[in-house]
Every structure is written in structure tokens, then in C-alpha cells.
């Protein structure tokens, strides 16, 4: 019975063209404000410390696309999650309590789809992506680097689709659910240091985006995309490298240190746990 609710769940999302496009939206408006702004400061930034070649602007690029397929897994799984608040205005949950079906499969259903539907979104971004990439002239990832960069995106669409489950559990109505979409679709840029370089912020937030699961997802995929890229570009530049890295979230810095890839990893993995956790709980109380 789950197998054929999740069938269901993937039909209507892809069926319904609206809720694709703004599933979408955040990520458009966040190309176009990274066309028109984004892309030509950091290029002036980078300019001023060494000579402007045509692997900076690959380097960016590099750099607002690992943005852009995190956001990208954070907005489509939420928008999954509107069958689910629809379902339970319209009713149509109780409908499907009447079958084989139990509560728990059917909460699980919506969950699964969002993970699948988030994974597939994310995945045509980035082959989109990485043709703009070759178009600049970066090679294409080998087989290790693609392999590296899916687990990471499968990482953050299964983070994401967590951290939305709880924000529908909260919101159960379609006017809130609505109203949350808008401010996830915000948030989500500055959060993941998308919008501003977390070098400009203040301490106070540099230290929220460090603790925000899903900016590690980001961290990791600018370092999978631009790790070839910024020896091209900074090569024994060192101290301008580091700089540029720790100044657009290349890179973590916590008490001193820089964090690893493997930190971030398990910081990852360890939220996904205790949110899974969090919403099993919510769950229970709404339905105990």
C-alpha cells in the first residue's frame, strides 16, 4: 500500500506544473540576483588580488552552483510536503486510514517522495549546471568526483526532506504551510551563505550558518566543484586562497580551526538522526 501511495505522491507533484515551477522559484531568483550582482562582486573581490583570467569566472560559477543544488534540494522537498498538507485539508488522509494502509506508512509515504522527488530535482540541476560549467570550460568530474557528488547531494536531500517534515508537522493548514514555504525559500539563501559572503556577516550569524545543518552540504559540494578550480586560479597565492575560501564559505573556521570534510560529514549525518528523532516525537503527540 505505501509502494502505491508513494506512486501517487510522485504523479501529482509532477503533474501539477506550478508546484514544480515554484519548487523551482527560489532557485531562479537566486541565478538571477548571481547574474545581475552576485557573480560580479565576487569577481571584483578576486581581481584585486591577483589577474583576472577565465578561470575566475568558472571558479564563481563553481562557487554559486553548489548554492543553488543545495537550495534546490531544500525547496523541492518542501514543496513535496504540500500533498501532504493538502491531503489533510481535503481530508483525504482519513480516506486512506479506511484501507491496509497505517498512519505511520502513510506519513512515510509523503517523506519518501519528497526524498525521491528532492533527488531527482536536484540531480537535473546539476547536470544542467555542470553543461553551463563545460560551456566555461570546466572538464567534466571522473567517475570518483560524481560519485562523491551525488552521495553529497543524496546527503542534503535526505537532510532537507528531515528538517521539512518538521516544519509541516507544525504547520498543518495550507494558508501556513504557504506562508513557511516563502520564508524557507528566503532563509535558505542567507543561512547557506548563498546571498552575502559569510566574511561580510557578523560573527554573531557566521556562528548560526555554522551550526545550520544543511550550510554544510554546501560547504562540501563548493569543495567536490571548485577544488581544481581555485589551484588554477590562486595558484601560489596560498594566503589569497585561504582568504577567498574562509570568506565565501569555502571552508569552516571554528575556534581556530579549520573544519574537515569528515566533520561535516558526521555533523550532517548526526542532525539527520536527531531530527528524525524530533519528528517520530511530534508525530506521536499528534497522534497518540
Known amino acids: ?4 501511495l508513494i506512486v501517487r505522491n510522485n504523479k501529482i507533484f509532477f503533474r501539477d506544473r506550478m508546484l514544480v515551477f515554484f519548487s523551482m522559484l527560489t532557485v531562479l531568483i537566486s541565478i538571477g540576483l548571481f547574474i545581475v550582482f552576485l557573480q560580479k562582486v565576487q569577481i571584483d573581490a578576486i581581481s584585486q588580488v591577483i589577474a583576472m583570467t577565465p578561470a575566475v569566472e568558472l571558479v564563481v560559477s563553481q562557487w554559486m552552483i553548489a548554492g543553488i543544488l543545495t537550495m534546490t534540494g531544500m525547496t523541492s522537498t518542501l514543496a513535496v510536503f504540500a500533498i501532504f498538507v493538502s491531503d489533510q485539508e481535503s481530508k483525504r488522509t482519513a480516506d486512506f486510514l479506511v484501507t491496509s494502509a497505517s498512519r505511520t506508512s502513510i506519513q ?3 517523506v519518501i517522495s519528497s ?4 533527488f531527482i530535482m536536484t540531480s537535473i540541476a546539476f547536470i544542467v549546471c555542470e553543461l553551463y560549467l563545460l560551456s566555461l570550460g ?6 570518483k568526483k ?7 547531494i543524496m546527503l542534503g536531500v535526505l537532510l532537507s526532506a528531515m528538517i521539512n517534515l518538521v516544519i509541516v508537522l507544525l504547520t498543518r493548514t495550507a494558508k501556513a504551510f504557504s506562508t513557511v514555504n516563502s520564508l524557507v525559500g528566503t532563509l535558505i539563501g542567507f543561512l547557506c551563505a548563498v546571498y552575502v559572503p559569510m566574511g561580510v556577516l557578523p560573527k554573531v550569524i557566521q556562528t548560526v550558518i555554522h551550526l545550520f ?3 554544510h552540504v554546501a560547504v562540501l559540494l563548493r569543495q567536490l566543484l571548485m577544488e581544481d578550480s581555485l589551484q588554477t586560479v590562486f595558484g601560489n597565492a596560498e594566503e589569497a586562497m585561504n582568504s577567498y575560501m574562509l570568506t565565501y564559505g569555502v571552508v569552516y573556521e571554528v575556534d581556530g580551526n579549520i573544519l574537515g570534510t569528515l566533520s561535516s560529514v558526521l555533523f550532517i549525518c548526526t542532525s539527520i538522526v536527531g531530527i528524525v528523532i524530533i519528528s517520530a ?4 503527540l499528534q497522534h497518540k
Open 1 to 4: 500500500m505505501m509502494t502505491s
Open 108 to 110: 512515510l509515504s509523503y
Open 115 to 118: 526524498v525521491i522527488i528532492g
Open 138 to 143: 570546466g572538464d567534466l568530474p571522473n567517475v
Open 146 to 152: 560524481l560519485l562523491q557528488l551525488f552521495g553529497v
Open 213 to 215: 545543518p544543511v550550510s
Open 281 to 284: 516525537i511530534l508525530f506521536r
